[in-house]
């Protein structure tokens, strides 16, 4: 009768309740080269969700324009409103008759006249910083075009707010106020909005009223901070009769061939230049290019530290535990079994870095966004970190095999050790 012990068909769970009590038995160690991991991940996973979120809140941004394609005189005109508040020179402006010369083409699916501008305005507790004037921007728009390019704007509800409405576009006194713009200032409909305008960074002593008759829902777009006026009535209160800002267009067909076609025809106008939304798009995501590599090689460096970490960790407690790996090879334990021991610690403790990590980042991810927005402005409305499941699989994959390659080392030092020559060691 054959009495060979039954092979055990679990060996892979004994292995892990073994690995589990073995990573217990140095709980302080274990629980600080986990936290490294786990930092190390959190760090990768936060990276992963602001460059995702990023993108996504850039590709928001630029759809809730609802232009493809802005005309606009030579010169960026938002750097001249920056330059403006800071006591430049002041805004470009396109001819009265470009409008009427670019509509004409083919190739546009619908188009909107816009005029922008600076004004000062009063009671409102909002400073510019560095400044004791408040200053807020103007949009003189034609709402029938405008809301073809912007269907979804709409005017918020609630008390103090009931009957918002479009200004009727011979009106020489209303405003509608985007969300942001009436929420800082405290304004409701019916409520009076005093402003003089700036010409050449002068502030002229005229100073005009206007009513609110209408008050935004939020976009997360530039739209939340802007007070609107119909187009007319901006160019009149400018002193700049005819005269445009952009020219937002939409292409019946928009791609790369028919941008570039399309921005060919027009830049033989002298006086404009024609900025396709995928350049904007482009130029957003290099302004933060070097700092999301700066901010990578601090992730691979902060990985790289938490490996070195783990095998520190594992190798010691290889040495340590010399006399122990001795007896157990010579009871009988093979070199597999060994090695598997050991890597499977390691695979653990990365594993379990790695559910860690993502955890804070996920918890983190408010945290982290605010402090973004602290540091430095993006050119973006609405969530930049967007943490989704693929970045967290990714991330916990990613510690996975690392502690896959990290753990091979440690495994087969202790694997290779001699029973007698492990037994004697230990018992020194």
């Known amino acids: 009768m054959d009495k060979t012990p039954a092979r055990d068909p679990f060996p892979f769970k004994r292995y892990i309740v073994l690995a589990t009590k073995n990573l217990r038995r140095r709980l302080v160690r274990t629980g600080l080269t986990v ?65 009427d010369k670019v509509k004409r083409d083919r190739d546009i699916d619908s188009i909107t006249p816009v005029f922008v501008g600076i004004a000062q305005k009063e009671g409102s507790n909002i400073r510019d910083e560095g400044s004791t004037k408040s200053f807020t921007i103007i949009s003189g728009i034609d709402v029938s075009s405008f809301l073809v390019m912007k269907p979804w704007l709409n005017f ?19 405003i509608i106020m985007g969300f942001e713009a009436a929420e800082y200032e405290q304004r409701k409909v019916g409520d009076l909005f005093y402003a003089s305008i700036i010409p050449n960074g002068k ?17 997360g777009t530039q739209d939340d901070g802007t007070v609107f006026l119909p187009i007319s009535t901006a160019q009149e ?24 076609e399309f921005e060919n025809r027009w830049l033989k106008l002298p006086e404009v230049q024609v900025v396709g939304l995928q350049q904007v798009k482009n130029t957003l995501v290099s302004l933060v290019a070097t700092a999301q590599t700066m901010v990578a090689a601090v992730a691979v460096i902060a990985v790289v530290v938490a490996l070195i970490g783990v095998i520190n960790t594992i190798l010691m407690s290889v040495y340590e535990r010399t006399g122990e790996i001795g007896i157990m090879k010579a009871l009988g334990a093979r070199r597999s079994d060994i090695f598997q021991l050991i890597w499977l610690e390691t695979l653990m403790i990365c594993l379990l870095g790695a559910l860690l990590g993502s955890l804070m980042a996920v918890v983190g991810s408010g ?10 402005n993006l050119g973006v409305s609405g969530s930049i970190v967007q943490i989704s499941p693929a970045v967290l699989g990714y991330a916990v994959l990613g510690a996975v095999i690392l502690g896959f390659f990290g753990g091979l080392y440690p495994a087969w030092r202790a694997a290779s050790m001699r029973p007698v020559e492990a037994i004697r060691e230990g018992a020194i």
Request: positive net charge; glycine residues 14%; charged residues 20%.
């Open 35 to 99: 936290a490294g991991v786990a930092l190390a991940v959190a760090v990768a996973v936060s990276l992963g969700g602001f460059m995702l979120g990023y993108r996504g809140a850039i590709d928001k941004s630029i759809e809730m324009l609802g232009f493809q394609v802005m005309i606009m005189a030579k010169g960026c005109p938002y750097e001249a409103a920056t330059m403006m508040l800071k006591g430049g020179t002041g805004l470009l402006y396109l001819p009265g008759d470009t409008l």
């Open 156 to 174: 918020k509800g609630g008390p103090g707010y009931e009957g918002g409405r479009w200004f009727s576009p011979k009106s020489q006194n209303e």
């Open 237 to 260: 209160f400018f002193n700049r009769p005819h005269q445009l800002t952009i020219l937002g267009i939409k292409l019946k067909e928009f791609n790369a061939l028919k941008m570039r």
């Open 367 to 376: 945290l982290v966004e605010r402090a973004i927005k602290s540091l430095t």
């Open 203 to 219: 502030v002229l002593p005229e100073r005009h009223e206007f009513k609110v008759v209408g008050v935004l829902e939020r976009t």
